[in-house]
């Protein structure tokens, strides 16, 4: 996922690029209104956090800018302007969220994660090869074999498919399935890929769940890999 920081003051932007990256995302950071501009035009972005006091135009003028293209990433405006008209101006101009100046970190994390899981498509099935995941139905079968897993099973399958061929960290994993902070010490994803495996890949000769190591988890084909897939 990758995210625009459109914040001119320095020391914000740094520990929102900073926060954002540790939380596994891809940060650009904009100083003023016309590089975010430049920015959302040379690149696709999945999100984009928006000062509304910039030095060069409104945030508000290039709220409405974004929103005359053809793609429209979700937009979560960060401003010190608290008062009611304004956040309800900056709804109404098409932004998804409002969070006012000074907030905790923690809550606006939390809010990128909502507008991005409100912003991806949720296709009812997943193909990956023979392994197939039934989103509404909450079934998985490989090479005709119906497997059963249990919740947490089933929704890390399910996020690991969503993302296939990309690199996910435990962090990244922890936050998205269980919905809280990674505090560097639980061994929880560990203990449930080896669940997984145990029913998805151990009884097939092509391996799908493969450890990347320093990072995570990625769920591929051996075949769409250049190196020899980890045990």
Same mark, same amino acid.
Do not use: C, F
């Given at each position: 996922m990758r995210i625009?920081? !459109? %914040?001119?003051?320095?020391r914000i932007a740094d520990f929102l690029g900073r926060g954002l990256e540790s939380a596994g995302y891809s940060v650009d950071i904009a100083p003023d209104g016309?590089?975010?501009?430049?920015? !959302?035009?040379?690149?696709?972005y999945d999100l984009i956090t928006l000062d509304m006091m910039?030095?060069?135009?409104?945030?508000?003028? !290039?709220?409405?800018?974004i929103r005359n293209r053809k793609t429209n990433p979700p937009v979560l405006i960060l401003s010190a302007r608290g008062a009611v008209e304004d956040r309800v101006k900056g709804l109404e101009l098409g932004a998804d969220d409002y969070l006012t100046k000074p907030f905790a970190f923690v809550e606006l994390l939390a809010? !990128?994660?909502?507008?991005?899981?409100?912003?991806?498509?949720?296709?009812?099935?997943?193909?990956v090869g023979d392994l197939s995941l039934d989103c509404i139905r909450r079934k998985v079968v490989r090479?005709?074999?119906n497997i059963d897993l249990a919740p947490k099973e089933f929704s890390?399958? %399910?996020?690991?498919?969503?993302?296939?061929?990309?690199?996910?960290?435990?962090?990244?994993?922890?936050?998205?399935?269980?919905?809280?902070?990674?505090?560097?010490?639980?061994?929880?994803?560990d203990v449930y890929i080896r669940h997984l495996r145990s029913k998805v890949d151990d009884q097939y000769p092509a391996k799908m769940i493969h450890t990347v190591r320093g990072v995570g988890y990625m769920l591929e084909l051996p075949e769409m890999r250049n190196d020899k897939p980890n045990p």
């Open positions: 625009l920081v !459109v %914040e001119d003051e320095k016309q590089s975010a501009l430049d920015m !959302v035009h040379a690149a696709d910039l030095p060069d135009m409104d945030g508000l003028k !290039v709220l409405e800018k809010r !990128v994660r909502v507008l991005l899981r409100r912003g991806q498509p949720t296709p009812e099935k997943l193909t090479a005709g074999d890390i399958l %399910e996020y690991l498919m969503r993302n296939k061929g990309r690199p996910l960290s435990r962090t990244m994993i922890v936050e998205h399935v269980w919905d809280m902070d990674y505090d560097g010490l639980t061994n929880i994803v």
